[in-house]
């Protein structure tokens, strides 16, 4: 039966008898059962019965009449046969290992690191961190090496373990101690697995698991700053609106669509400001590149503000990235810049406590996209030598420019919360992209705003095909006045977002669109000063 409690693979390994104790030279216990009395997945620890050199091996095996190795780790040294169970060096070295194997299952060049980069010394930690690396591990090895009618029943168990509420804050834990190189290594890892899960399941039964879903996503609050970081397949987003889905048969193009992360960053720099009577809780925009060699303050951001507006900070970044290397996307699809691309974003900033508040304040939003839109018209005319027909010239030219600013910032306030929200319009006919359909006309046309969307000069994306909010373009800062009597209180704070991603055709000639929409909470802390 499915469970969405994660394995205990640390509270089993400190139940089991010392080693020199047991019966056998292997145990084991059940990860998960696609049904009863069938087959299952488990795992199993092997002793080595030698005394010079005695070490442990890890095996994830499906448990038919002849078992099935799926994943086997590599040596785990002990310092004595004599020894009771795993010290801390040694448990390490089994993160370490599980580590690397779930890399493997990952897309492209994975950087090299040193084992003293992901030493967990606290032995809570460590113990969580394993557990969860075991369930990712088990989730993967099932999807790429598991006998099928296993991996049907199985998959599902192991999904609601790995987005169980304790995996998902185990993982928080985890990207924390792996810095951000290993952390997005990691999530394309966990999120090529899934990919190739759903795409399975979408050719077998045209059925998707609905609940919950593989968002990964965490804040942070340190330093003046609040930061939000989400990673999801694009083939788990909801579905808003796809008119012409049933009528696609063109798997190249599916497949390019379906092998895509979403991965976000949301960046804002916050300062408590002490009044007499009040106290000011201000939020700006803040670089959301480098940390540490930005903008670190608030104070930072206002002395920059008062001086010059051409120096531009970051409120986010948004990026639609290939879950496959270039090669492999242009061999089974028609490469990586046939994708979504973002189309809307909404952040909605809430205190959790209310009864401290006294107001909320917004910034302008910004204007409406400037369109200056010239017609220029001529007509010349002059007389050719007499052998040539009438002996007459004539020659009219017509140009047209347009400077369009693509994404409109708005601000608003609704209770005691504030709304942010960016849309995409479309530079020829202005109509806002996430709510509305390429016209059949349109999407053929050489020079439609979104094709050659990242090559051409006047792309409203990077080349990467992501976006880059700057503050000096879109808002300034919104602020809550506070009841002195918060001073002795860290104020919680929510943050709820929305992110829409849209496909429109970008070289090929297809009638294909669709939008997918994502959801994400996070909670964040504000300490006030005394």
């Known amino acids: 039966m499915a469970s969405d409690s994660p394995v ?24 998960c059962s696609s049904k009863p009395c069938a087959p299952s997945l488990r795992l199993s620890v092997a002793r080595n019965p030698q005394k010079l050199n005695p070490y442990l091996t890890f095996c994830i095996y499906a448990d038919y009449h002849t078992p099935i190795s799926l994943w086997t780790s590599g040596a785990i040294r002990l310092k004595s046969s004599s020894q009771t169970s795993l010290t801390g060096d040694e448990a390490t070295g089994l993160f370490f290992d599980l580590l690397v194997s779930v890399l493997k299952y990952g897309p492209g060049r994975r950087s090299s690191f040193r084992l003293s980069q992901v030493t967990v010394r606290e032995e809570n930690l460590r113990e969580v961190v394993l557990n969860l690396a075991f369930v990712t591990l088990t989730f993967l090895v099932t999807v790429y090496e598991a006998p099928s009618e296993l991996r049907r029943g199985c998959l599902e168990d192991l999904r609601l373990q790995l987005w169980s509420p ?6 928080k834990l ?5 810095g951000s190189n290993l952390e997005e290594q990691w999530m394309r890892s966990v999120n090529l697995g899934m990919t190739n899960w759903m795409s399975e399941l979408l050719r077998s039964s045209n059925h998707l698991p609905r609940a919950p879903s593989p968002l990964f996503s965490y804040g942070l609050s340190a330093s003046g700053l609040w930061k939000v970081q989400l990673y999801c397949p694009v083939i788990a987003m909801a579905v808003e609106d796809r008119p012409s889905a049933a009528s ?23 300062r408590a400001i002490r009044k007499e009577s009040w106290i000011d809780i201000a939020v700006a925009v803040d ?12 104070a930072d951001w206002h002395a920059r503000e008062s001086h010059t507006r ?14 496959l290397s270039e090669t492999l996307m242009a061999e089974r699809g028609y490469g990586s810049e046939e994708k979504h691309f973002p189309s809307r974003i909404s952040l909605q900033l809430t205190p959790a406590l209310q009864s401290d508040v006294l107001s909320v304040s917004v ?10 839109i010239g017609l220029e018209k001529s007509l010349e005319g002059g007389f050719d030598p007499p052998n040539s027909y009438l002996g007459l010239r004539i020659s009219a030219t017509e140009s047209v420019t347009m400077s369009v600013k693509p994404w409109k910032f708005e601000q608003s306030v609704d209770g005691d919360s504030v709304n942010l929200n960016w849309f995409l319009h ?56 506070v009841r002195p009597a918060a001073l002795v209180k860290t104020m919680e704070w929510e943050i709820r977002g929305s992110i829409g991603l849209t496909y429109w055709p970008n070289k090929q000639r297809t009638f294909y669109s669709e939008t997918r929409k994502l959801q994400f909470k996070e909670s964040l802390s504000l300490h006030l000063p005394k």
């Open 8 to 31: 205990d693979v640390g509270g089993w390994l400190r139940s089991l008898p010392p080693f020199s104790q047991w019966s056998s030279n292997r145990m084991s216990f059940c990860i």
């Open 166 to 171: 304790a995996c998902r804050e185990s993982l």
């Open 174 to 178: 985890l990207v924390r101690l792996l």
């Open 248 to 270: 696609t048969q063109d798997d190249r193009l599916l497949f390019s669509l379906r092998y895509q992360q979403l991965e976000a960053v949301i960046q804002l720099a916050y």
């Open 287 to 298: 670089n959301i590149r480098s940390v540490i060699s930005t903008v670190r303050s608030f």
């Open 310 to 323: 051409s120096d531009r900070s970051v409120l986010g970044r948004c990026d639609v990235d290939p879950l």
């Open 363 to 372: 910034s302008k939003s910004s204007d409406n996209p400037t369109q200056e």
């Open 426 to 481: 479309d530079g020829v006919n202005g109509r806002e992209v996430f709510s509305s359909r390429p016209s059949k006309f349109a999407l053929f046309q050489p020079r439609t705003w979104f094709r050659n969307r990242y090559s051409s000069v006047h792309r409203p994306f990077t080349k990467q095909g992501g976006i880059i909010f700057a503050g000096d373009e879109y808002g300034e800062r919104v602020w809550w006045k």
